[in-house]
Antibody, heavy 120, light 106 residues
Framework: EVQLQQSGAELVRPGALVKLSCKASGFNIKDYYMHWVKQRPLQGLEWIGWIDPKNGYIVYDPKFQGKANITTDTSSNTAYLQLSNLTSEDTAVYYC?????????????WGQGTTLTVSS | DIQMTQSPSSLSASLGERVSLTCRASQEISGYLSWLQQKPDGSIKRLIYAASTLDSGVPKRFSGSRSGSDYSLTIISLESEDFADYYCLQYASYPTFGGGTKLEIK
């Protein structure tokens, strides 16, 4: 069974750094681009970026350049999203999702989301 | 960026009713569009891809269509589990989402 299991909720201080995880099971992440999406409270969805776990190639939405760092650990079949210099604007739910490489059929499975709260 | 303008932003409907949601693309996306459903617990599920292809396991009361730059999601005969938020997603270029439609029970 395909699953994307995300790490638990985080409460962090402004200015800090946080690393969220997305552990895949039922498939090999090397066969998929792994994406991250942000959803602020009561707002819509924003695409952050994606990574090709086979070669580490990464694309970010320009809005998140310098804020987000996407990585993977293929040995544990896990994708990560690191967010730096956190502010209240980063308070949101963050989702991971997959897109099968060499197809045009994206985001067929999503993680359950990780709630990040930035507060002093 | 390709902008996706989704309407309506909210919709109140009754059980058994037929509803349609629409997304208009600011540029040509050639049918590279999905519809997503988000439940109150935050879980997200893809319903449709390539504008009109129903995902496996999605009830046939859901359908997607295209007319020019307008893309629609239609749900015939609403059931209780259909009351949720819906988003369109274009993937012709870097992914962008519509603003969402909150479908509420009347």
């Amino acid at each position: 069974e395909v699953q994307l299991q995300q790490s638990g909720a985080e409460l962090v201080r402004p200015g800090a750094l946080v690393k969220l995880s997305c552990k895949a099971s039922g498939f090999n992440i090397k066969d998929y681009y792994m994406h991250w999406v942000k959803q602020r409270p009561l707002q819509g969805l924003e695409w952050i970026g994606w990574i090709d776990p086979k070669n580490g190639y990464i694309v970010y939405d320009p809005k998140f350049q310098g804020k987000a760092n996407i990585t993977t650990d293929t040995s544990s079949n896990t994708a990560y999203l690191q967010l730096s210099n956190l502010t209240s604007e980063d308070t949101a739910v963050y989702y991971c999702a997959r897109w099968e490489i060499s197809t045009v059929v994206p985001f067929d499975y999503w993680g359950q989301g990780t709630t990040l709260t930035v507060s002093s | 960026d390709i902008q996706m303008t989704q309407s309506p932003s909210s919709l109140s409907a009754s059980l058994g009713e037929r509803v349609s949601l629409t997304c208009r693309a600011s540029q040509e996306i050639s049918g590279y569009l999905s519809w997503l459903q988000q439940k109150p617990d935050g879980s997200i599920k893809r319903l449709i891809y390539a504008a009109s292809t129903l995902d496996s396991g999605v009830p046939k009361r859901f359908s997607g269509s295209r007319s020019g730059s307008d893309y629609s999601l239609t749900i015939i005969s609403l059931e209780s589990e259909d009351f949720a938020d819906y988003y369109c997603l274009q993937y012709a270029s870097y992914p962008t989402f519509g603003g969402g439609t909150k479908l509420e029970i009347k």
